[in-house]
């Protein structure tokens, strides 16, 4: 069975992950509610108010502990495992039909209201689908890019469309320079191995397809569109086909994002045309919902964080790296390593603040006696790892990501000049290193004679 949106619904029945919820849940109104407040369990929305015979599935995966289940591997391992499997590259299969051709609509008959798109925030402009990952080409070199574009719903064959600085929209503005209107077709519901696959930032070029099938251990099975000279998965649950046409810039947002803040991207933004929906018969709407925990920051935290471990561990010739974990808000990054000589964590530091990613803000270094998961213990490290005078260090005057608040905003979204423009900081949290090891022992942790032997159950 190849692996899709259902089998992944399988797996988190199996596994005890996923709550079905019977009780009719309007999308204008709760469903984002539900969604926020989940933060370890999927949902299944079984009855959706105004959308009769239509399931929601979201928060899936709901936290990184479902991320490693849909990997097969414990949670400590996730990050690594990623990171192996990210420098992979399976080639897509193409095949002739598929389920997601079940129901083809094309023309007037496509109504993308239908879809029980959910308002996410209490402050947004109204139902955002925020599952569609985009297909787009480079019309020089013909290569494909897949990435998660909000879409404002704008009427039956209309959303706005949000492009970050990346490829997406570099494809854009070669259309757009010609002229042209940029086909392009969304994928709606997949398995989360998709979604991972489009937030992995890597070279122009790279087809997140190949990235994709990494992760599954399978190739990826492409279908050609209907109505552009596009392929898309023939085992997704939805697929959106359509154009963005050049010139265009209309009022779009605001939107919750993943920072769990609203205004972030909105202003005079691009739209797309739709021209067709392609669908299986039962189709299960996938619902997307951002906040610094939530399923949005979820898709963004694997892939970052095992793209900085691929990448640090290989700073200087070779690091003693254990793990890498991104923060809630996901500006700032944690890295577990063995410092081995004087200054080495700064130095890795200050490549986790520079890669791929624009999201890395605040880098901080942990020993490997840390556990990177509990909030506690990073702030243990911090409070009796640090002097402040030696290991903190602010760099001013970096480019960040464009929808960090805190940074200063220049240019307008959709136009070339858009940045944000302030500091970063490394923050060294580790040890002395291991060349200096009378002043390493002293940070050794305190245990008690026979910690982990003798247990209290025994003495009760
Ligand atoms: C849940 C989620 C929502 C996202 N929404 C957007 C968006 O609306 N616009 C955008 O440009 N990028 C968005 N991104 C980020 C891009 O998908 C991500 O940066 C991706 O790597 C870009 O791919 P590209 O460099 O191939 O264009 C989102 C990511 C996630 C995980
Ligand atoms: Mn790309």
């Known amino acids: 069975m190849p692996r899709d949106m259902r089998s992944w619904i399988q797996e988190l029945e199996a596994a005890g992950e996923l709550y079905h919820i019977r009780k009719s849940v309007d999308p204008l109104t709760e469903m984002g509610a539900l969604l926020y407040e989940s933060r370890d369990k999927a949902l299944l929305f079984e009855a959706v108010t105004g959308h009769p015979g239509w399931k929601v599935l979201g928060q899936a995966p709901a936290d990184l502990r479902q991320t490693a289940l849909s990997f097969g591997v414990p949670l400590q391992d996730l990050i690594p495992t990623v990171a192996r499997l990210m420098a992979q590259r399976v080639r897509p299969e193409m095949v002739e039909d598929g389920p997601v051709k079940e129901v083809v609509q094309t023309g007037e008959a496509v109504d993308i209201r239908e879809l029980p798109a959910h308002v996410a925030g209490a402050l947004d402009a109204g139902p955002f689908i925020a599952s569609g990952l985009a297909v787009t080409r480079d019309p020089d070199s013909g290569a494909r890019n897949v ?91 939805i697929v959106l086909e359509g154009h963005v046409p050049p010139g265009v810039r209309e009022d779009e947002g605001p939107y919750s994002e993943f920072p769990d803040y609203y205004v972030a991207g909105a202003g005079k933004n691009p739209v797309v045309e739709y021209t067709a929906i392609t669908r299986r018969r039962d189709a299960i709407f996938k619902a997307i919902q951002n906040g610094s925990e939530t399923e949005g920051c979820v898709f963004h935290r694997v892939p970052m964080a095992a793209s900085l471990y691929q990448r640090l561990g290989s700073v200087g010739g070779r690091v003693e790296l254990r793990n890498v974990r991104i923060l809630p808000g996901i500006f700032g990054v944690v890295v577990q390593m063995v410092p081995r000589f004087q200054g080495e964590a ?68 959709s136009s070339a000049a858009w940045q944000r423009l302030g500091g970063k900081l490394i923050v060294d949290a580790t040890r002395p290193p291991t060349c200096a090891p009378e002043q390493r022992a002293l940070f050794e942790r305190i245990k008690p004679p026979s910690y982990g032997e003798v247990r209290l159950q025994d003495y009760l």
């Open 147 to 237: 990435s998660f574009h909000r879409l404002q719903v704008k009427g039956p064959r209309k959303t706005g469309v949000l492009f970050l600085p990346r490829h997406a929209f570099l494809n854009y503005q070669k259309y757009e320079a010609r002229g042209e209107p940029m086909p392009i077709a969304f994928i709606v519901g997949h398995h989360p191995a998709y979604y991972m696959a489009a937030s992995t930032s890597g070279p122009y070029g790279m087809d997140e397809f190949e990235v994709a099938g990494a992760y599954l251990g399978e190739p990826v099975r492409l279908v050609k569109c209907e109505t552009v000279d596009l392929e898309v998965p023939c085992d997704a649950e």
């Open 346 to 413: 700064k130095q890795v530091l200050m490549a986790a603040l520079a890669s791929e990613y624009h999201h890395p803000k605040i880098a901080i270094a942990v020993d490997e006696d840390v556990d990177i998961y509990s909030d506690w213990e990073l702030l243990w490290s911090l409070t009796t790892r640090v002097d402040p005078e030696r290991d903190i260090v602010a760099i001013p005057g970096v480019r960040g990501h464009a929808l960090d608040l805190s940074l200063v905003e220049l240019g307008k979204p």
